[in-house]
C-alpha cells in the first residue's frame, strides 16, 4: 500500500511565471498563479509547479561536479516536430546531436534539463 501519491512536481527558477508559462505552453497545461508559486495543470498529470529562489544557479549539464537536481522526460510522437516547437519557446539543446537516439536532451529558460523522449 501507497504512503503517498504524487501531488506536484516543483522547480525552483528565477521567474515562477514566466518558467509554468514555458511548460503549460509545452504541455498544453493551464497556469494557476498564487503568490509566490504557480502551478501547471494538466487533466491525468501530476502537477508542476513553480517557485521563486533567490540566487537561483542552473544546473549544468553533463557535469560531475554539478548535481544536475532533476529533470523531466516529456514524451512526444515525433522528436524533430517537437524539438522545433521547444526551441521556439526559448529551450536550449543540451545534448541532441546523436539523431539515432530515442531522445534529446534540452534545457528549460531557467536552465532545468528535460528530454523529449519518443520512447
Known amino acids: 500500500m501507497a504512503i503517498a ?6 522547480l525552483d527558477c528565477p521567474d515562477p511565471r514566466a518558467l509554468a508559462d514555458f511548460y503549460a505552453r509545452v504541455l498544453g497545461g493551464s497556469v494557476e498563479e498564487q503568490e509566490d508559486w504557480v ?3 494538466v487533466p491525468g498529470a501530476p502537477t508542476l509547479s513553480f517557485q ?15 548535481s544536475q537536481q532533476f529533470h523531466l522526460d516529456l514524451t512526444v510522437e515525433d522528436l524533430d516536430a517537437a524539438e ?7 529551450a536550449k539543446p543540451l545534448e541532441t546531436e546523436d539523431r539515432s537516439r530515442t531522445f ?4 528549460d529558460p531557467a536552465g532545468h534539463p528535460f528530454c523529449l523522449c519518443a520512447c
Open 84 to 90: 522545433t516547437e521547444v526551441l521556439a519557446l526559448g
Open 39 to 41: 502551478d501547471v495543470k
Open 104 to 107: 534529446r536532451v534540452y534545457a
Open 5 to 10: 501519491e504524487v501531488g506536484a512536481v516543483v
Open 52 to 66: 521563486a529562489a533567490p540566487g537561483y544557479v542552473p544546473p549544468r549539464w553533463p557535469s560531475p561536479d554539478h
